[in-house]
């Protein structure tokens, strides 16, 4: 815990409209090394040391049915590392490789909150899919994970986190402290384990992300497990569900997924390749500091705060080999 | 500023997942009326004399093209009253009068930021549409309003918002204020307008949705000027652009706008008629009291938190007369 940070904003890029698009010109007096960068420019320039690659088994590909036009359509997920979510983490590489999740599909889409995907027959008993023998039972309190067991090195740290006492980054993830608990936190792209009214009826099975402004009522009421690192536009740009909660209403609507593979059980030569940015790193801060308050052009205001999920760690493919 | 609410969450509604959906069944000794309700349930318990009508002069209708299946697509945008925005406003009232949007263009579609329109050929100055006469220009004085011209009638309040010293409500919208300003924030839903480097260079011919975590690093930095009321999702589901910034790469995906008008300029029987839950009612705020720490049935443990864009203001469509 070494510096703490309040910092700022959004996607990856700043909005730049089409209409007065050039890059501005610096006037007389104005060294060009005096442009502060953008965040998406200070990442661009981390060493390769600050990127660490993410290990096969934390990898998961899902495959959708091609889309209208025929494309392939290809989700990659990154599962949360040990301690956060680990017996959820341990029955999901279970069910993939049980080639449970095959077959299943999309059923609910609903507008600025969540993507899910299951069982569509998992509310009828008779027609259910059984789930694979071995599969943990999670309880309420494997929600959260005691603050003392988290490596006591995180660097960046924001203050003004109106949902803990303090949020965090720690080996690429976004976490959050409170009354000497932590946990990870609901971002956008985060995935979660559905779960019925009971905090121990999530198995796994039945998963969501964030397709929304981030829903942190969730942050301690549901597993978040890991979060979408690649192909988040097949989900979140799928039409709205118009049933109760978002679910579609007739099961033809349904985005049947093909497969749910962990990436180390691929062969070598298809297995995706993806590094995140050390959150412990020099770059990292930086990054952060410059979301808290962007001093690139186009910005006449610095934000002067920041929230934990305005400030997404970032994340890469790699070529093979890379 | 009556009350201090320190609150909670993303969507309308709790994440139900298919698998456990049952109303659940009090125990002996528990009282019906002892289970919270949810904010869904408060909202709708709402007395009549609290649901405040929007003036049709500040409603727009936006028209796409009909999508693929030759269904209509109407986006409805709430316009930001004043003193916020206002002279933005004024030329967006100017502009779909003239007709100008009629024609005009999606034309940059950002995952987890922004969905952009306006007009396809703005940057090719022999092809632009020209801008009618009369349009203000705003200048970067015009991003924030002084907090004294406010009206100092303020029931909910946000004392940790780390984008401002205070996140407010006042007259069915989310605002903040520091440096003795106040201004709307950027939350999922609102409409700004597009500029270029130069904070005066807005007219409001080009306008953006968020469709994402709320980018608050646009606060003060660009006008929000509005937010989608309605149709939302016939703009936060479309393809993602593939080029920088999230614009169309082939003009041929730009989705066309039909038509935008001011809902007063309609027959009195096309006007849409919608409403607000009043942010200085006594609904409004057990509504973020509840958002804030949900104890409606599936929650577990209670956010004791809240951020400004995780409690939205409620806002219905009536029918004809209604």
Chains 1, 2 share one sequence.
């Not at 998961?60 to 290809?74: F, I, K, N, S, Y």
């Not at 959050?176 to 559905?194: E, F, I, K, S």
């Amino acid at each position: 815990m070494n510096t703490v940070v309040l910092a700022l904003a959004a996607a990856e890029l700043a909005l730049a409209p089409s209409i007065v698009p050039p890059t501005p010109v610096p006037t007389a007096g104005q060294e060009e090394a005096a442009t502060p960068l953008s965040p998406g420019e200070i990442v661009a320039a981390a060493p390769e040391s600050e990127w660490v690659r993410i290990a096969p088994e934390d990898l998961l590909v899902m495959t959708l049915a091609p889309d209208a036009d025929g494309d392939p359509r290809e989700v990659v997920i990154q599962l949360m590392p040990a301690p956060y979510g680990e017996g959820w983490v341990g029955n999901i590489r279970t069910l993939a490789r049980e080639r449970w999740y095959d077959g299943i599909a999309v059923t609910r889409v609903q507008d600025n909150y969540v993507v899910q995907w299951g069982d569509p027959n998992a509310e009828d008993e008779s027609a259910a899919k059984p789930l694979p023998a071995g599969l943990r039972t999670m309880k309420e309190a494997d929600y959260v994970v005691p603050f003392g067991q988290t490596r006591p090195r995180q660097r960046v740290v924001i203050m003004s986190d109106p949902y803990s006492d303090m949020a965090f980054y720690e080996a690429g993830w976004p976490l959050a402290t409170r009354d000497g608990n932590a946990w990870p936190v609901h971002c956008y792209g985060m995935v979660g384990v559905g779960r019925g009214y009971s905090p121990d009826t999530g198995s796994g099975a039945e998963l969501y992300t964030v397709i929304g402004h981030a829903p942190r009522h969730l942050d301690r009421n549901i597993a978040v497990v890991g979060r979408v690192v690649e192909g988040i536009e097949h989900l979140s740009s799928l039409p709205r569900g118009t049933g109760p909660l978002g679910f579609y209403e007739d099961p033809a609507q349904n985005v049947p997924i093909i497969s749910i593979r962990v990436a180390s059980d691929l062969p070598e030569s298809e297995r995706p390749r993806f590094e995140y940015l050390s959150t412990e790193g020099a770059t990292f801060e930086r990054y952060v500091q410059a979301r808290t308050n962007r001093r690139d052009p186009f910005f006449i205001t610095p934000a002067r705060g920041i929230d934990v999920c305005n400030a997404p760690v970032p994340v890469r493919r790699v070529a093979d080999g890379g």
